[in-house]
């Protein structure tokens, strides 16, 4: 494993995306495939170099917004049956404590208030830790389990659905979690509403998916998810379809996104690319990105076409 410069960011370089281990580094066990593209033609072998700590201030999240990401994704892992419930939690409690003191020693002298959704250093940490949970349970996901559910913890068989390999997980994660988002954020969560962008009607133009574009990412920025966003359009025409770039300064989840791809985790805490997604594909579009990081944004190129007809 050697490191190198790529677009001028510092990279480790691997013989497989899916060996991420590196001395002195806490990695994740060996990954599927990830559901997300890192920008560059080498991405496949690629791993981002772990972040430092985010240096500037960023906002406070609206709770009940927070709540709805974390459910989402977390609804989204229940309902693929990879993994019992009652052990993912255990898990999950597991990972969180090998990585919460070395998560505050990076931010002294500030204060992470643990337990606190609003806080962006907590929403930061807890979501890295649920999904770099659900990434590593993936890559060995259970067809058949027994399941503790109710008050009484009554053990249940849960089978999933065999047509589903282990190694699609991701992406089928990925896909849940976007539409549960998509789906909350336009029916309401908890008694609040968020005027999400309705899907655009099929064969729409270009400047209903640009709108509601902008319009479901600001929604983001407006609960305190990132400081700005930006929507730049880079090309639209009919045979090659629109191709958008989208930037969020200062998200709420960068630090965690930036760790969980330096360690080869198989799925991200974007939640703004997966609402993305899910709204695109609503509007019955096909819809692809690559992501780049920087110490302080996200970028995510997408490119959106028609949906083939069967």
């Known amino acids: 494993m050697t490191t190198a410069l790529i677009g001028g960011m510092p990279c480790l370089l691997h013989s497989s995306r899916r060996w991420n281990c590196s001395s002195g580094i806490k990695c994740l066990a060996i990954q599927p495939d990830p559901a997300y593209n890192l920008e560059g033609e080498l ?11 985010i240096q500037f201030p960023r906002k406070n999240l609206n709770r009940k917004f927070a709540v709805l990401l974390m459910r989402s994704a977390y609804d989204a892992a229940d309902a693929l049956d990879f993994i019992a419930m ?3 939690q255990m ?3 597991k ?28 929403f930061d940490f807890i979501s890295f830790a649920q999904f770099a949970t659900i990434s590593n349970e993936m890559r060995n996901g259970e067809y058949e ?17 065999a047509h589903i390999m282990n190694s699609e997980l991701p992406v089928a994660f990925s896909q849940r979690a976007g539409n549960l988002i998509y789906t909350k954020l336009l029916q309401g969560f908890e008694g609040e509403s968020f005027n999400a962008p309705r899907p655009c009607p099929m064969n729409s133009d270009f400047t209903c998916l640009i709108d509601g574009s902008t319009k479901l990412i600001k929604l983001f920025v407006d609960q305190g998810y ?12 009919k045979k090659d379809g629109l191709k958008l770039r989208i ?41 692809s990105s690559s992501i780049r990081f920087t110490d302080t944004y996200k970028e995510e190129t997408w490119t959106i076409t028609d949906r083939a007809v069967e």
Not at 43 to 53: A, K, R, T, W
Not at 103 to 109: A, M, R
Not at 145 to 157: H, I, P, Y
Not at 226 to 237: R, Y
């Open 86 to 88: 009652d052990k993912f």
């Open 95 to 122: 990972l969180r404590e090998s990585e919460v003191e070395s998560y505050t020693l990076q931010y002294n002298p500030l204060k992470v208030k643990y337990g606190d959704l609003t806080d962006p250093l907590y």
């Open 145 to 161: 389990f027994q399941e503790r559910n109710g008050a009484d913890g009554e053990l249940q068989t849960v089978r999933r659905n």
């Open 226 to 237: 990132a400081l700005n966003s930006s929507v730049e359009v880079i090309d639209h025409d």
């Open 43 to 53: 991405s496949s072998f690629i791993l981002p170099l772990p972040p430092s700590p």
């Open 247 to 287: 930037r969020l300064l200062g998200s709420s989840t960068l630090w965690g996104m930036r760790t969980l791809a330096s360690r080869g985790a198989s799925v991200l805490t974007n939640f703004d690319g997966l609402a993305m997604k899910s709204f695109l594909e609503a509007s019955s579009k096909t819809a």
């Open 91 to 93: 898990k999950f409690w």
